[in-house]
């Protein structure tokens, strides 16, 4: 393989892991937390501490 090759492949893996990180990023800001029914024990928390509330 010689150096030009080398060069355009090292490019190329570089943008896609720059992609990658750049759509995970993107994805956790539009879908921050727990959904509705995730079962996990914050929202189990939050619906108690929302029914004491008068």
Do not use: F
């Not at 030009?4 to 896609?16: E, G, M, R």
């Not at 995730?38 to 189990?44: D, I, Q, R, V, Y």
């Amino acid at each position: 393989m010689n150096s030009q090759t080398q060069t355009i492949v090292a490019l190329a893996v570089v943008a896609l892991a720059a992609a990658w990180l750049t759509r995970r990023a993107i994805q956790k800001r539009r879908h921050p937390g727990c959904s509705e029914d995730c079962g996990c024990p914050a929202t189990e928390i939050r619906d108690a501490v929302a029914k004491r509330r008068p």
